[in-house]
């Protein structure tokens, strides 16, 4: 099983999209509810994000490579998670 990381900002509408279609799967799929996804909020973690090779939020990453960034849907969020399951 591969992590997650998940960069957001407080404020953002589809970060906040994007986190309340995570929790719905998380809640929803038994498979999720083991994945280990780091949630990392961008203006406090400012000289991480930095480090990161991104330029949108919402903005998910699984073992280090960039897989999603932007506005999301449902379906490209499954793939990010059953990439993680890999």
Known sequence: MK?????????CPDCKNASDML??????????????????????NMEYCYMMDYYYV???FVDGVNRHEGK????KLIQVLD????
């Open 72 to 75: 999301l849907t449902k379906e």
């Open 58 to 60: 919402p903005c998910f």
């Open 3 to 11: 992590s997650i990381t998940y960069f957001y900002l407080k404020g």
């Open 23 to 44: 929790a719905q799967l998380l809640e929803e799929n038994p498979q999720y509810k083991n994945l280990e996804i780091h949630y990392i909020e961008e203006s406090a």
């Open 83 to 86: 990439l993680a399951l890999e």
